[in-house]
């Protein structure tokens, strides 16, 4: 099993940033792709960003491209999620999750929320 520990948000003005953090443990190994998703107000779960953790390639919703940046510690086991010119739109709760680079992602985190306003 992996556990999934974000932590990192806040309430912040439009236009902030924030950096969110995804603390991995137990058999991490086993998992090809870190991703973090998000679910707004509301609205259905979406996927924000992707990273493999071999290759280090990354991925993007076009909501964010330019303005996030997805990226890991392999030392610490640490996935991060940068977020720059933020807007309201972006306000939501915020999932870390682990999984393959087919896209199953079998663990998730406890989520994060961040608010824009």
């Known amino acids: 099993d992996v556990q999934l520990v974000e932590s990192g948000g806040a309430s912040v003005q439009a236009g902030g940033s924030l950096t969110l953090s995804c603390a991995a443990s137990g058999n991490i190994e086993g998992s090809d792709c870190m991703g973090w998703f998000r679910q707004p107000p509301g609205k259905l779960r979406e996927g924000v960003a992707q990273?493999?953790?071999?290759?280090?390639?990354?991925d993007y919703a076009e909501s964010v491209k330019g303005r996030f940046t997805i990226s890991q510690d392999r030392a610490k086991a640490t996935v991060y999620l940068q977020m720059d010119s933020l807007k309201p739109e972006d306000t939501a709760m915020y999932y870390c999750?682990?999984?393959?680079?087919?896209?199953?992602?079998?663990?998730w985190g406890q989520g994060t929320q961040v608010t824009v306003s």
């Open positions: 999750a682990a999984g393959t680079l087919s896209g199953t992602f079998l663990y």
């Open positions: 990273l493999s953790r071999v290759s280090g390639v990354t």
